[in-house]
């Protein structure tokens, strides 16, 4: 399997009067920055089987934007996304066969916290994603058993990618 590693754009400061944490949606600027961001990981990775997202404001529209740039259906929340748990992660991605390309887009600190397992890293030991970030690793047996680290790209990169 190939999964392809997203986190949301930027999106309203945590904290903002009258919208709760879990309803907050991407900013005008992080729209446009993702939608650059998505152009590049187009050219990068092939159009995924499938685009798993948390079902957050935040994550479902910057997966949309993802989905849109590959030319590909609306995403499928998957609440797995936003719980944190690794474990529920791992178990979501094993039921995809390993001939399969899988883009998640989610949160940190779970997202790094599942690329760290994943390249079989201590807890401590994590690549940060920066908002509208990704990676992409491939996995050769199940995901539980991880797998080896393809690339790491900030999204100024990938803005730069979505440029030319």
């Given at each position: 399997m190939r999964l392809l590693i997203i986190r949301h754009a930027i999106a309203v400061r945590r904290g903002t009067p009258g919208i709760p944490d879990d309803e907050r949606p991407l900013t005008p600027k992080g729209e446009k920055r993702f939608r650059r961001c998505a152009r590049g990981l187009a050219r990068l990775v092939r159009r995924p089987d499938q685009v798993l997202t948390s079902p957050l404001p935040r994550a479902a529209r910057t997966a949309e934007l993802a989905a849109k740039a590959w030319g590909r259906g609306k995403p499928k929340a998957d609440p797995a996304l936003v719980s944190g748990?690794?474990?529920?992660?791992l178990a979501m991605l094993a039921g995809w066969p390993k001939d399969s390309t899988i883009a998640i887009v989610g949160?940190?600190?779970?997202?790094?916290a599942?690329?760290?397992h994943l390249l079989g890293g201590a807890t401590s030991e994590r690549l940060t994603f920066r908002k509208g970030g990704a990676a992409l690793v491939e996995?050769?047996?199940?995901p539980a058993q991880g797998g080896r680290l393809v690339w790491y790209l900030r999204p100024r990169i990938l803005r730069t990618l979505?440029?030319?």
């Open positions: 748990s690794i474990r529920q992660m949160h940190e600190p779970d997202l790094s599942l690329l760290g996995l050769p047996g199940t979505g440029r030319s």
